[in-house]
């Protein structure tokens, strides 16, 4: 059974920072492509950031030079560090496996919230 759990959410300022934590079990990680999505209030998720399993990343031209993608393979654990937060980065983040059809439906977490103030 494939489980990911995402952490570090929070609240924080705009021009904060915050770095997630997405950690992986019930499959075989290091093999897998990761990404990053993120769903605000009454929208549907978008791709944020993946990285494949030789760490290759692309990033969405919104939050380019501002968000970075990386894992740590020995931990099974993908992460994001986002700086320069905006308040239109408010929303839940969440990770999956890539494929090149996408996310898969089945394995979505709980996600972890993270709200940009002004």
């Known amino acids: 059974q494939v489980q990911l759990v995402e952490s570090g959410g929070g609240l924080v300022q705009a021009g904060g920072s915050l770095k997630l934590s997405c950690a992986a079990s019930?499959?075989?990680?290091?093999?897998?492509?990761m990404g990053w999505y993120r769903q605000a209030p009454g929208k549907e998720r978008e791709l944020v950031a993946s990285i494949r399993s030789g760490s290759i990343t692309n990033i969405a031209d919104s939050v380019k030079g501002r968000f970075t993608i990386s894992r740590d393979n020995t931990k099974n654990t993908v992460y994001i560090q986002m700086n320069s937060l905006k308040p239109e980065n408010t929303a839940v983040y969440y990770c999956?496996?890539?494929?090149?059809?996408?996310?898969?439906?089945?394995?979505w977490g709980q996600g972890t919230q993270v709200t940009v103030s002004s």
């Open positions: 019930g499959l075989m990680f290091a093999m897998t492509s």
């Open positions: 999956n496996n890539q494929t090149m059809y996408g996310p898969r439906g089945n394995y």
